[in-house]
């Protein structure tokens, strides 16, 4: 392949997430600026193979900045795992003369184009789009926050009857692997307790505070629980503090998908529109398989390879704050 890219393809793969549309825009105005042609992919991976791509141009993002979802679609895709799905990915490409490529979506879809470009020499350039944050080398995804916004808006709804009632609560957020989503909307709704992926729970300590609270009468207690904490989630955890304190009443609200949908927040079209400016602009000026993060409001590309490696950290002060405000 040719080095100058001239003609760039665009899909969205993996888990959806509300901001995506936003960076499509920002991907093929910014591309049809520069000169470049711009090519639609539709369901991720899955199209490519496929080859179910279509021309795009302004007017194809026109009116969607503001909705979630993306218009491209999106597919978790088996065949792009073997090196004959990539090849075919690859013959499509060629025959359409698409010399770039640009791949919003998680770390999952970000392995899966450094081994394509490695491959077939295809230059990638990756843009964060998932609601749960858990990207090494940025300080925003495209997603999380609109996602952590519709938890808060939910867990309040929910304190109100809690607090009428005098109930405990557990409340399930999104995150298999990662506790961003749990940690913030927890944060920011008060909650007594927040259990995340990425620390082990300690039982006793919240048993013994419960019974605490027991004794003084006050049982308001609500809990956030990411969906891939160590006890699987909120109808474990029930389970286990059910075990422990069969007299309590303990009710249940898992939120789902509802975190997923929606019109993206400022914020997320905003950092939506600059990753995909920045995409493009690497593309053109040769930065190729590149991974577009924000740090300190800066932007910031690093190889791909590198931005696949590692996963951001949980800092262990927010862990401090949720126990020292929850007192
Ligand atoms: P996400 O991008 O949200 O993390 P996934 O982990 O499901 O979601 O990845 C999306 C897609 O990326 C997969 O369905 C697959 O097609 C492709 N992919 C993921 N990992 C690899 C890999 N190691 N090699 C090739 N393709 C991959």
Redo the contacts with the bound molecule.
């Keep these: 392949m040719e080095n100058k890219v001239s003609k760039i393809g665009i899909l969205t ?3 959806d997430a509300p901001g995506m549309n936003a960076a499509i825009r920002a991907v093929v105005r910014t591309a049809i600026y520069n000169g470049l042609e711009v090519n639609g992919i539709l369901r ?3 199209g490519l193979i496929e080859d179910d791509i279509y021309w795009m141009e302004s007017r194809s993002v026109a009116n969607i900045i503001q909705r979630g979802g993306t218009i491209l679609k999106t ?8 090196y004959e ?2 090849k075919k990915a690859y013959e499509n490409l060629k025959k359409r003369g698409i010399n770039g490529l640009v791949v919003i ?12 470009s490695k491959e077939f020499n295809i230059p990638c350039v990756g843009l964060a ?2 609601i ?1 944050k858990d990207i090494y080398g940025t300080d925003f995804t495209i997603g999380f926050d609109t996602a952590v916004n519709t938890a808060v808006q939910a867990i309040d709804k929910i304190r109100d009857t809690m607090e009428a009632h005098d109930r405990i609560f557990i409340i399930e957020v999104m995150g298999r692997d990662a506790g961003y989503i749990a940690l913030h909307s927890g944060i920011a709704t008060g909650a007594e307790n927040i259990l995340i992926p990425e620390r082990k729970t300690d039982i006793e300590d919240m048993v013994h505070s419960l019974q605490e609270k027991e004794r003084r009468k006050k049982l308001v207690n609500l809990i956030v629980v990411a969906e891939g904490d160590n006890f699987g989630g909120a109808e474990e955890l029930h389970k286990v503090l059910k075990e422990r304190m069969p007299q309590l009443e303990i009710r249940i609200c898992i939120l789902g998908h509802i975190q997923r949908g929606g019109s993206p927040t400022c914020l997320d079209r905003l950092i939506a529109s600059r990753m995909g400016y920045h995409a493009v602009e690497c593309l053109v000026q040769g930065q190729h398989n590149v991974f577009i993060g924000i740090l300190n409001n800066q932007m910031n590309y690093i190889p791909l390879s590198e931005a696949v490696k590692s996963k951001g950290h949980i800092n262990e002060e927010w862990m401090k704050i949720v126990k020292i405000l929850a007192s």
């Design positions: 793969s993996g888990g991720g991976y899955q597919a978790r895709c088996k065949e792009f795992y073997e799905g990539r979506g998680g770390d999952g879809s970000f392995r899966g184009a450094v081994q394509f789009g998932t749960d």
